[in-house]
T-cell receptor, first 110, second 111 residues
Framework: QQPVQSPQAVILREGEDAVINCSSS?????VHWYRQKHGEAPVFLMI?????EQKGHEKISASFNEKKQQSSLYLTASQLSYSGTYFC???????????FGQGTRLTINP | DTGVSQNPRHKITKRGQNVTFRCDPI?????LYWYRQTLGQGPEFLTYFQNEAQLEKSRLLSDRFSAERPKGSFSTLEIQRTEQGDSAMYLC?????????FGPGTRLTVL
């Protein structure tokens, strides 16, 4: 039931690109992406509602393929501030609660 | 708009003691959620309120846990007879539509 994220960890140099994937064995109705820095609350990045939808937030964008039951988060020209753990969350059908993946730890080095 | 606030930010208690946490959601947000997060894991759902009504509670939540939102504004989460396994970050989130916005959390350590 919990979505699966890959990779578990990524180490990049500043300016490089990264892709974080989130997939589910069950139907996805929407995907919520969050970034969490150590010791802080998860910060909402974006929500994707429709199959094939793409959204952008600064240099961070995401896609959602309803048929494949997966979403991908794209970070281009990464900045040091992008470091943190990224979580995808999905609602259970008919419910408001989110079920989160295990997270992808992103480290950006200068 | 000051965001979701939680108090206290840190709580250290001895096993067997009761603890209570408070969450103040973003004003006008009618939905309030409690999640628990342990190291290296994503947030895990505990319970959900719409206004003052508690509409869902995780089956993983033992009877030692109780939550209230008496006037549909702030919420409290109480843990009775704490156990070492209760040590975690307790996160509160609020929403008006689909997006959920998290507070800074209360870190509970049970000795």
């Amino acid at each position: 039931q919990q979505p699966v994220q890959s990779p578990q960890a990524v180490i990049l140099r500043e300016g490089e690109d990264a892709v974080i994937n989130c997939s589910s064995s069950k139907a996805l109705y929407s995907v919520h992406w969050y970034r969490q820095k150590h010791g802080e609350a998860p910060v909402f990045l974006m929500i994707l509602l429709k199959g094939g939808e793409q959204k952008g937030h600064e240099k961070i964008s995401a896609s959602f393929n309803e048929k494949k039951q997966q979403s991908s988060l794209y970070l281009t020209a990464s900045q040091l501030s992008y470091s943190g753990t990224y979580f995808c969350g999905t609602p259970i059908q008919g419910a408001q609660k989110l079920v989160f993946g295990q997270g992808t730890r992103l480290t950006i080095n200068p | 708009d000051t965001g979701v606030s939680q108090n206290p930010r840190h709580k250290i208690t001895k096993r067997g003691q009761n603890v209570t946490f408070r969450c103040d959601p973003i004003s006008e947000h009618n939905r309030l959620y409690w999640y628990r997060q342990t190291l290296g894991q994503g947030p895990e759902f505990l319970t959900y309120f719409q206004n003052e009504a508690q509409l869902e509670k995780s089956r993983l939540l033992s009877d030692r846990f109780s939550a209230e939102r008496p006037k549909g504004s702030f919420s409290t989460l109480e843990i009775q007879r704490t156990e070492q396994g209760d040590s975690a970050m307790y996160l509160c989130a609020s929403s008006y539509s689909r997006e959920q916005f998290f507070g800074p959390g209360t870190r509970l350590t049970v000795l």
